[in-house]
C-alpha cells in the first residue's frame, strides 16, 4: 500500500510518515500543494492523506484539481479544529473523509484501513449491474454503453447503494450511514452533492437509468428501460 502525506507541518509530517511506515506503509511526503497535487496526478497512491492549510495551494484546490483530472484515490483531508466550512468544502470537492487536527494516529491508521478494506475484498467479475449500466465497486469504475466513468469511492459506494436498493427508496440517512457511518456530521446537503455528481454521469452518458428523487424520503434508482 502506498500512500501520499502532503502536510507542510515538519514535525507532523516526520512523525506520521513514521507511524504509517511502522504500520508497513510506504509513504511519499510533501510539503506544499503544487507538489501534492503533482505527486497526487501520477494516480500511483492507494490513500492521499492531506492538509488543508499548505503553501503554494490549499489542500481543497489541490483535491478540486485531482478530481478534475478523473484520479479517484481515496482522499483524507486533515481539518483545523472546528473547521466546520472546511469539512463541508472537502466533502464537496471531493473528499471521502477527514479528520480533525490533532487526531490520534490509531483514528488515522483506521480510516486509512476502511478506504482500503474495499481493493483487498475485491473479486473478480463482481460488477453490479442495472439497466444498461454497469459498477465495479473495487476499481470504483461506471460502464455504460457509451461512456466509462473512473468515479471516487463515495460515488461509488452511493452507487452500490443505490443499485442494491434498485426500485425502492434510499434515505438520505441510511446513505450517511453507509457512506460516512453512524456517528458522522455529514449533512444530507453532502448526500445531494455526490447524487448531483452520479446524476451528471449518467446524463452525459445518456444513460436510461434514472435517480430519482423521493420526497420526503430520499432516492431511488429506476431505469426508463422496461427490462432494466
Ligand atoms: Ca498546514
Not at 510533501?30 to 492507494?46: I, M, Q
Not at 488515522?108 to 483487498?120: G, M
Not at 427508496?169 to 460516512?180: A, C, F, H, Q, R
Request: hydrophobic share 40%; glycine share 4%.
Amino acid at each position: 500500500m502506498k500512500l501520499l502525506l502532503v502536510e507542510d507541518e515538519k514535525a507532523m509530517a516526520e512523525a506520521l510518515k513514521e507511524i504509517l511506515q511502522k504500520n508497513n506503509y510506504s509513504v511519499d511526503t510533501c510539503c506544499d500543494g503544487e507538489e501534492g497535487r503533482d505527486f497526487a496526478l501520477t494516480a500511483l497512491y492507494d490513500v492521499i492523506i492531506l492538509d488543508i492549510n499548505l503553501p503554494k495551494m490549499d489542500g481543497i484546490t489541490v483535491l478540486r484539481e485531482i478530481r478534475t483530472n478523473d484520479i479517484g484515490t481515496p482522499v483524507i483531508l486533515l481539518t483545523a479544529r472546528d473547521a466546520t466550512k472546511d469539512k463541508v468544502n472537502g466533502l464537496d470537492s471531493g473528499a471521502d473523509d477527514y479528520l480533525t487536527k490533532p487526531f490520534k494516529s490509531d483514528e488515522l491508521l483506521a480510516r486509512i484501513r476502511a478506504l482500503t478494506r474495499r481493493n483487498k475484498e475485491a473479486v473478480p467479475n463482481s460488477n453490479l449491474i442495472y439497466g444498461d449500466i454497469e459498477l465495479n465497486p473495487h476499481t470504483l469504475m461506471l460502464y455504460t454503453p457509451s461512456k466509462n466513468f473512473q468515479l471516487t469511492l463515495k460515488e461509488s459506494q452511493l452507487m452500490e447503494l443505490l443499485i442494491a436498493n434498485r426500485n425502492i427508496s434510499v434515505s438520505k440517512n441510511t446513505v450517511i450511514e453507509k457512506l460516512w457511518g453512524y456517528d458522522s456530521d455529514v449533512e444530507d446537503h453532502n448526500v445531494e452533492v455526490y447524487i448531483s455528481f452520479l446524476r451528471k454521469k449518467l446524463k452525459a452518458a445518456n444513460s436510461k437509468a434514472i435517480i430519482n428523487t423521493v420526497r420526503g424520503v430520499g432516492y431511488s434508482l429506476t431505469t426508463s428501460d422496461k427490462e432494466g
